[in-house]
T-cell receptor
Framework: NAGVTQTPKFQVLKTGQSMTLQCAQD?????MSWYRQDPGMGLRLIHY???????DQGEVPNGYNVSRSTTEDFPLRLLSAAPSQTSVYFC??????????????FGPGTRLLVL | AQKVTQAQTEISVVEKEDVTLDCVYE???????LFWYKQPPSGELVFLIR????DEQNEISGRYSWNFQKSTSSFNFTITASQVVDSAVYFC??????????????WGAGTKLIIKP
């Protein structure tokens, strides 16, 4: 049971480049989400998904796209990278969404630097 | 609006001292959940505890204990006999039920805890 995995661990992009951050979980969790963490701040929700084929925007969705074709995978796409997107990105998954008692389990994070 | 405040940006104590991390939350929901996560220097986020709003019983897990008080909207975290390995950033978070929210965890800004040997 690998839990939540993220790739790559570290990425450097030039402004305007696009890329996909991968996230996968093997716990059959319904709910998956992407957060970004900036210095001195808590995590901010980018996008989330309550199940395969269903996604929605979080607090800071601009510049990012997501899709959820399978329960296991939830990739985050940066369409045209900007320096403001330099951050650490965390993917999370959880069970028990219907009851509200979900505990989110996080991947190890992807550190992104946009030059 | 929902909000989580961790007023202590950084705390530094000497090993074996007790330390309390404060968390104050705001919500209009009567049913909600509170969480604490630990982020060690390695960067991963480690789940510590989840507390339901209808359960105000304090919880102890080894050297960790949590004091939940609805009257003051606080969910404080105490580490007894701190150790160097406790050095990390600790986050408090709030979650309202699915029917009232967009599945978002509201995070505090975190408290950086430094345990000196």
């Amino acid at each position: 049971n690998a839990g939540v995995t993220q790739t790559p661990k570290f990425q450097v992009l030039k402004t305007g480049q696009s890329m996909t951050l991968q996230c996968a979980q093997d716990m059959n969790h319904e709910y998956m989400s992407w957060y970004r963490q900036d210095p001195g701040m808590g995590l901010r929700l980018i996008h989330y998904s309550v199940g395969a084929g269903i996604t929605d925007q979080g607090e800071v969705p601009n510049g990012y796209n997501v899709s959820r074709s399978t329960t296991e995978d939830f990739p985050l796409r940066l369409l045209s990278a900007a320096p403001s997107q330099t951050s650490v990105y965390f993917c999370a998954s959880s069970y028990g969404v219907a009851t509200g008692q979900e505990t989110q389990y996080f991947g190890p994070g992807t550190r992104l630097l946009v030059l | 609006a929902q909000k989580v405040t961790q007023a202590q940006t950084e705390i530094s104590v000497v090993e074996k001292e007790d330390v309390t991390l404060d968390c104050v939350y705001e919500t209009r929901d009567t049913t909600y959940y509170l969480f604490w996560y630990k982020q060690p220097p390695s960067g991963e986020l480690v789940f510590l505890i989840r507390r339901n709003s209808f359960d105000e019983q304090n919880e102890i897990s080894g050297r960790y204990s949590w004091n939940f008080q609805k009257s003051t909207s606080s969910f404080n975290f105490t580490i007894t006999a701190s150790q160097v390995v406790d050095s990390a950033v600790y986050f408090c978070a709030l979650k309202a039920p699915p029917m009232d929210s967009n599945y978002q965890l509201i995070w505090g800004a975190g408290t950086k805890l430094i345990i000196k040997p």
